[in-house]
């Protein structure tokens, strides 16, 4: 049998290809497929079955046209209320081809329609060596309770304790784990960075497994839920419906200077994709910076206006392409076009620029007492230890708290090495607050200089 993980980094998403014989299936795919097309014909596959978990909230698939270009059957939970012809699966059911069988189980709780999916070998074994978990089991945690319009997230966690308790953990401590995801995403609040695990290993170690009973696994769950991102739900009704395929996007038009500031004072949004260093040096005003390098299309779910045009601005036109395909891949299309000379055409025409200034931990130390220190990382990184009278805003709710900002003192804003902070730093300057500092190397280059590191 063969298999194999596909694992996306800037979304921290893992999808799978599992084959035998000819014939294999695609589980989880990401929006652009020709990763797909191109191992199967590099392996003489036939791709027969398009299987999804659930209807993923932080990612658009790319199942329809997966199915379009290969006649592949979609696979969903029952309870999906998918718009395309796809076949439901029920608790038991089992697709077979060559010597693979999938067996399917119903274990709702992150959504209403997650399924999880054993896996058999039968030239190794009758007994399932491997279970897709999808959204549902994490390595190190599991799936988010509050996805659902219709259920709490106490009903949904429920859920979740029946499917784990009921479904996965009675499985034997040897059975191969492979989720959805990996560190990093939102469905989930502490998840590693394996990229595989066992139900053993999990039982042992996972916290949330730890739980004495159905009660405390409920409150463990639902207790401080991290804000819900605004995208989230519309990528489940673009799963639900179907993305268009990527070829049908419009190309990107060219923008001249003047047709960028047009766009802009029509509520457009310029969004730049430079490294933190380069943006910082000298950008279009009121830019919104979130670098490529990084989980670029995940904060661009999380910071950016949905209902607004962007334009982009990036080091060349291979950036630019590379961060359309990103926000493409969580459903951000509304790309009017994009800066055609980069931010040298730019100063060429004479426009303005605005400025982010780099301070060096030393001078933060240095001038405590003056600057108001910001801390955008999240709440378990700043309780393992932060400034001493630093003020702590998460990045993703740094807009709907910008009232605890100080306008009155120089701001030095820090994540853990720089790359948050740049966007919590454009952000800032895009509310009208003057004085904005990153701080380069963050949290990480504070540490490793010796200076004084409080903990709650």
Known sequence: MYFEQFYLGCLAHASYMIASESTAAVVDPQRD??????????????????????????????????AARTGA????????????PHLDMHDGDEIRFGRCVLRFLETPGHTLESVSILVTDLDRSPDPSAVFTGDTLFIGDVGRPDLSPNHTPQQL??????????????????VAIYPAHGA????????????????????QNNYALQAADREHFVRLLTSELPQRPGYFEHDVELNRSGAAPMSELPPLASLNPEEVSALQASGATVLDTRPAAQFGAGYVPESVQIGLAGQFASWAGRVLDLESDLILVAEDHEHVEESRLRLARVGIERVAGYLGDGILGWIRAGE??????????????RQRDELMVLDVRNPVEWSAGHLRKAVHIPLDGLTRRLAEVDPQRPIAVHCKSGYRSSIAASLLKRS???AVMN???????WQASGLEVAKD
């Open 352 to 365: 303005p620029l605005w400025q982010v200034p780099q301070i060096s931990v030393q001078d933060v130390a």
């Open 157 to 174: 966690a429920g859920m979740l304790y029946d499917s784990l308790h009921r479904k996965l953990l009675g499985l034997p401590d040897d």
């Open 184 to 203: 990093g995403s939102l469905c989930g609040r502490q998840i590693s960075s394996e990229k595989s695990s066992t139900i053993g290993r999990e039982r």
């Open 33 to 66: 497929v020709e990763i797909y097309l191109a191992e199967a014909a590099r392996h003489g596959f036939r791709i027969e079955y398009i299987i999804e978990t659930h209807l993923h909230a932080d990612f658009v698939s790319g199942h329809l046209e997966l």
């Open 73 to 84: 059957r979609i696979c969903l939970g029952a309870n999906s209320g998918a718009a395309f």
């Open 432 to 434: 009208g607050l003057p």
């Open 439 to 445: 701080v380069t190397g963050g949290f990480d280059a």
